[in-house]
């Protein structure tokens, strides 16, 4: 037999599946994977049951249903002060990631230099190859997260087609400040490449911070592209609901790799997006609340174990240095150590990497958007266990 794609075939299982699977041998408490235990608001869900049972259950358009279409162009004015013509500038995907696969394999020619940011989210990297382009990584390191702009400069080239980034930052929950972004922007104008930039967490904030589209800065309205998600805004990560704005030339482009990739996205889920995208502003500040109340009850706890817990500005996630508890292993080791001895389940951070063996080794990333019960249940294990 011929051998399927080489790039593909040898890549491993993603770490948030060996990691569960292992929490499930062992009956323990999974912190590692990020989904909500919430059952996400409840208009929200009869909404999309409600046109199940009632609404157009045949293919809808290709770029997505008018009304969540409108009520994205919507939430973008409300929250980012952006003018975007629904028809021809917001397209649905099934999910954040088949949007950035959109993206990619509509942008990239193959030789094309793509500028990275690690640690960075699993999909990335396979993606930016399988379309031929070739990744620049520039690397933020522990503890600060600062953005090295020497070496982000040094990335760019002529060669360059755009960067991708993630804001606020999987895994390691940075929010990308105004003048950091001013950078980045600069960068883009000199060489005339484009910015994909995957927002999925914008409404999870912590702190007073602002999430800032860098889209909405100045020239760079053209050539960025936008990455939205109901399922982390709404907590409702299965319904795989996505979408992207973009403008319109822009989008052209994106679109017709949409139409051969998934084509379109379940129509009531859709609805049930819109529904959610047109909540009230307390329903956006509620949720950034309780994550973050969720956020301290684990990192002041886990903190008073002996972790080093480093400062957590957005997303659902908490990255601890273990070092101070005596374990010398790697964080490969240590994840799979608490899972089996302490039944709690993490994410080792070097996984982010594209060189595991050179990233740092000692860190460990912790998911805090579950119910309390969780968080108290894995606290108490953990507890025992670094205690005894």
């Not at 990308?176 to 960068?187: G, K, P, Q, S, V």
Request: charge should be negative; charged fraction near 25%; proline fraction near 6%.
């Amino acid at each position: 037999m011929k051998p399927a794609n080489s790039l593909m075939s040898s890549l491993g299982t993603t770490v948030f599946e060996v990691m569960s699977a292992l929490a499930r041998q062992h009956q323990s408490v999974n912190l590692g994977q990020g989904f909500p235990d919430d059952k996400g608001p409840l208009e929200v869900r009869a909404a999309a049951a409600e046109y199940l049972m009632n609404g157009h259950n045949q293919y809808p358009p290709m770029m997505g249903i008018p009304e969540l279409r409108q009520a994205v162009a919507e939430h973008a004015k409300r929250f980012q002060g952006l003018d975007v013509d629904w028809q021809s500038e917001v397209l649905v995907t099934s999910g954040a990631t088949e949007a950035l696969g959109d993206c990619l394999f509509g942008l990239i020619e193959p030789g094309d230099e793509v500028v990275l940011i690690e640690p960075l989210y699993d999909s990335y990297l396979p993606m930016v190859r399988r379309a031929g382009g070739i990744p620049k990584l520039v690397r933020l390191e522990p503890p600060s997260w600062r953005l090295p702009r020497e070496e982000l400069a040094a990335a760019f080239s002529a060669r360059t087609k755009l960067i991708l980034f993630n804001t606020p930052m999987n895994p390691c929950s940075k929010v990308f400040e105004r003048d950091e972004l001013d950078f980045i922007a600069a960068l883009c104008l000199k060489y005339d490449a484009y910015t994909v930039c995957d927002e999925v967490y914008e409404h999870i904030i912590f702190d007073d911070r602002r999430h800032v589209s860098i889209m909405t800065l100045p020239d760079m309205r053209a050539r960025t592209v936008r990455i939205g998600s109901a399922g982390k805004s709404f907590s409702l990560t299965g319904w795989k609901v996505g979408y992207i704005t973009a403008a319109a030339e822009l989008m052209k482009t994106i679109a017709k790799t949409h139409q051969f990739m998934t084509f379109t996205t379940p129509p009531n889920l859709q609805w049930g997006a819109a529904t959610g995208l047109r909540l009230a502003d307390d329903y956006y500040s509620t949720l950034a609340k309780d994550m973050q109340r969720k956020r301290d009850r684990l990192a002041v706890a886990l903190a008073d174990i002996g972790f080093d817990v480093l400062p957590a500005h957005g997303t659902y996630f908490v990255t601890t240095d273990f070092r101070p508890l005596g374990f010398s292993g790697t964080d490969d080791d240590f994840c799979r150590h608490i899972t089996v001895e302490a039944g709690v389940t993490a994410v080792p951070v070097s996984a982010f990497y594209n060189e595991p063996l050179l990233a740092p080794r000692h860190f460990a990333r912790f998911c805090f958007c579950k119910h309390d019960e969780t968080l108290d249940s894995a606290i108490d294990r953990l507890g025992r266990h670094f205690r005894r």
